[in-house]
């Protein structure tokens, strides 16, 4: 059984920028979330994907959007890059069978210069 | 605004003492109530979770407390080792938003030789 994986595992990118985080969840997890953590901070829920749709978005403008892939595979995509968008990118999968457990990956680290 | 609170920021012990965390909520909807440790350019990996209907769990050396009415809930670390040295997370969620975790701020623990 394969964990959460995510790429690229550092990333470093200008203001203004576009940029796509992937993830692949663990085998038989059809629901991905996605969490963003900020340094010394915890993580903040951004949105969750299931069954290729969204299915809850937290406090993030539209600029942070995602896609869900028929695989469970999943993207995040973030617009217009700010400062203050350098963080931790976390992707954690679940199956609604498997009670609230999430399994994370080990995360992208993106800064924004 | 957090809706979970998480204390203290950081915390040092010595090999075998016992580090304590605590964590409060306001939002009664929440039934899921995991900790998370993470280390250094890692995910954060869950060690245990707890639902309100129980008012303690324990799994190995760690140790979750939960006290309803007062809408808290601790970690207790048994025998810590320097092993343990890591960031610790407390999280809540609720059925209606399975998966969508609302994490503490965290808690770094420094377990000492």
């Known amino acids: 059984e394969t964990g959460v994986t995510q790429s690229p595992t550092h990333l470093i990118k200008t203001r203004g920028q576009q940029v796509t985080l992937r993830c692949s969840s663990q085998?038989?997890?059809?629901?991905v979330s996605w969490y963003q953590q900020a340094l010394g901070q915890g993580p903040q829920f951004i949105f969750q994907?299931?069954?290729?749709?969204?299915?809850g978005r937290g406090n993030f403008p539209p600029r942070f959007s995602g896609l869900q892939f028929p695989n469970y595979s999943s993207e995040l995509n973030v617009n217009a890059l700010e400062l203050d968008d350098s963080a931790l990118y976390l992707c954690?999968?679940?199956?609604?069978?498997?009670?609230?457990?999430?399994?994370f990956g080990p995360g992208t680290r993106l800064t924004v210069l | 605004q957090q809706q979970v609170k998480q204390s203290p920021q950081s915390l040092i012990v010595q090999k075998g003492g016992i580090p304590i965390i605590n964590c409060a909520y306001e939002?009664?909807?929440?039934?899921?109530f995991p900790w998370y440790q993470q280390f250094p350019g890692k995910g954060p990996a869950l060690l245990i979770a707890?639902?309100?209907?129980?008012s303690e769990k324990k799994e190995g050396r760690f140790t979750i407390s939960f006290n309803k009415s007062a809408k808290q809930f601790s970690l207790h670390i048994m025998d810590s080792q320097p092993g343990d040295s890591a960031t610790y997370f407390c999280?809540?969620?609720?059925?209606?938003?399975?998966?969508?975790?609302?994490f503490g701020a965290g808690t770094q623990v420094v377990v000492t030789p």
């Open positions: 954690a999968s679940s199956t609604p069978t498997g009670g609230d457990e999430q399994f």
């Open positions: 085998s038989g997890h059809n629901t």
């Open positions: 994907y299931y069954r290729e749709e969204e299915n």
């Open positions: 939002n009664t909807a929440f039934d899921y």
């Open positions: 707890i639902r309100p209907d129980v």
């Open positions: 999280a809540a969620s609720k059925s209606l938003a399975r998966g969508k975790l609302q």
